[in-house]
């Protein structure tokens, strides 16, 4: 698979592919199987092995794959156009992610703007104010009395998929949620460091900058998990509390499951760059993908501290 | 360099491709086998439609038919078949040696496999197949729906990540392995629409993604975004649904416009009649199409300004549509015109599709769309755009580019035949539901009124006759590639331009080692 600038870059046939489709349904097949179980109870046999299973799998396949494409560059198979094509493919990665957020931001616009206003009566032209469904309920957000909670799950017209008791209070955005803006803001800066220094052929400074980013990211992961604790056994914040709590979990949750990912991204360049010596100022763009990951969730974190925490 | 190693042996020729055309060829019949599933499940619901009253299948199971007829044909025929052709060809357009992440483009094709078998195997499972709708509108899909609804959820989140990674490496190939002097400007027609395609599909499939976990969560951790008592909205799962559903028939339509302005000019013999307009016209057609979703949901009580808004920004669409549709006219207008298959179904798309886009024009006028909506006018509205849009151009690109890719020629008389075939069993089946939609059938609804009956039997022996003629397609494919004419000019046809044309017939496994010249 040589390839040089004038020519193309023209792969051998590879497995990487089948294996990382094949875990992957492993994966889904023993994750749905396992909810289910979870769920309905109808048995489902060894659903959650089998997930555990495909994820290894599927784990293990990343890794070969990514162990292959850096081997590939560090033996100078990679030309400069192939780099162009990875760097080509992470920007729109990170462009289908930002399209991902923008489908629970707008559920939360949506809710807010739309959604509450309506179910308390908001542009209701009947004449018959009693023909409200939920009579009596207030939009008020952070939600904390769910339309449920003000009728009665015995009020309820309909039946519904379960029973929401709002949260006995929201999340403020002192304390925790500061220290974690200020913990990714922080580690935006660290990183833009250790680029900078990367620049300049500055190992041990690059290792260094690099190295405070992870811990100022494994902290912020940790704040998080002390700030769930909080919400469950304190607040009564969970995902059974009505459209508050689904909203706040699935924003921070998505958002705690990236900073997990890019930190992860973050900690093989470390390791390539204090075990094995990769990396210098010309030739990172493994480092510089895992950065622009970063900055993206620092991003999206800023989105949240605003519009679930502040506003 | 080595790149003169040839196709491998066998099973792992496929399972380890990492070649363009393999993996295009491998797109292109696992969507015809899914096309051909699909239609049986379409068979199944024309049976049971075949006169009133109840004749073969449970509703509910009628139900599953038509949510697995939808999905299979949007997610598992129509949107491969493209990226098939994608693989095929864009490459070979643009004068690049393969697509420009190849490993991954393999990966894009083997999650589809799976996520098929693991959508069909919801058949299969206790409380039967996701029976709600392609469109799983909750509270149908979480709180009412069967247990295969996660592995439903899970399959199109892969069929998702298919989408993805095949749309990145379209848009990485593009705008990375283009050869020296091929222009953005310069791009063939197909190239533009894929591009802005897989713009589309990058930009939506993660909404898509977004709405099936809300579903997921709704159904498995006790969360209530779709559901009022918690303070949520079924009416918000609309909004995202639709989010991704309108740009995505445009992502169905669009590589199908691609497809008729490369024949067209090559059977009328002239170039095209406008080819920045059309670009621009198909970028307008992709920004329309994401600030127009609520049409679809005119009767769900939106406020009248929102009613308002979506009626004139959905009417906006008409406009860069009429400009391709007046370029394709304006293209054969004084050209030396022969009617060989692939154009005969490009006519048959010019035609039929504008008659979609029609009906497309009366149903986005809100008050009217208050009578239309779920009825049988929309059903053939949509197919009258989907089948004769989408299945139409994919099945003239098989016939115009299947010489160049296996060194065969068809047969025209059977090709012929069959676009007659299907041109009447698809007016048959589609054009009488017009019709019964108007006069008010619902769609989805296992029975119907005693005055729908005769429409409904023509509709039903229509179905047949097309189903029937995609057999014959299916024969008429195997036929050329096992004993067609050999073709020994590369160009094939005589009026066909573009760097496809210029490699030896039938393609090299490897077409490109070195950049070609574009002048």
New interface residues.
Partial sequence: MAASDNHYYVPEKSALAFCTATSVAIFILGFAAGLNSMTFGDGGGFGWELMVAGLLAFLSSLFVWFKTAIDENRQGLANAQLKRSYVLGMQWFIFSEVMFFAAFFGTLFYIRQFALPWLAGEGNKSPFAESLLWQGFENVWPLVNTPQDVVGVEGQYQANNGVFPGARESMGWQGLPLINTILLLTSSLTLHFAHSYLLTNNRGMFNLWLGATLVLGFVFVGCQVLEYKHAYSDLGLTLEAGIYGSTFFILTGFHGFHVCMGATMLLVQYLRSTAAGHFDAEDHFGFEMAAWYWHFVDVVWVGLFLFVYIF | ???H?GP?KGI??W????NHKDIGTMYLWFSFAMFLIGGAFAMIIRAELFQPGMQLVEPDFFNQMTTLHGLVMVFGAIMPSFVGLANWMIPMMIG???M????????S???LP??F??LLSSLFM?GGAPNFGWTFYA?LS??YGP?ST??F???V??MG?SS?MG???I???V???RAPGMTYMKMPLFVWTWVITAFLL??????L???V??M??????????F???????P??FQ??FW?FGHPEVYIIILPAFGVVSEIIPTFARKPLFGYASMVYATASIAFLSFIVWAHHMYTTGM?LAGELYFMYATMLIAVPTGVKVFNWVATMYDGALTFETPMLFCLGFLFLFTMGGFTGLMLSIAPADFQYHDTYFVVAHFHYVMVAGAIFSMTAAVYYWLPKWCGRMYNETLGKAQFWISFIGFNLTFFPQHFVGLAGMPRRIPDYALQFADFNMMSSIGAFIYGGSQLFFLYNVIATIRSGEKVSDDKVWEGANGLEWTVPTPAPF?T????PEVK
Avoid: C, Q, Y
């Fill in positions: 360099m080595g790149e190693h491998e792992k020729r399972l380890l491709a990492t690049a040696p393969d420009a992440l190849p490993r991954m483009n393999n990966l094709f083997w999650l799976f996520a078998a693991v206790e509270p979480t709180t247990p996660t592995f959820i899970f399959g989140h892969i990540a993805i749309s990145i490496n848009i990485a190939t705008m990375n392995l990058i930009a939506v499939m993660p909404v993604a977004g709405a976990t809300m997921l969560m709704d159904i498995h951790f006790g969360t209530s975004f559901s009022a008592a918690g303070g949520g909205d009416v918000l909004h995202i989010f406020p490897h490109f080692s070195t950049p």
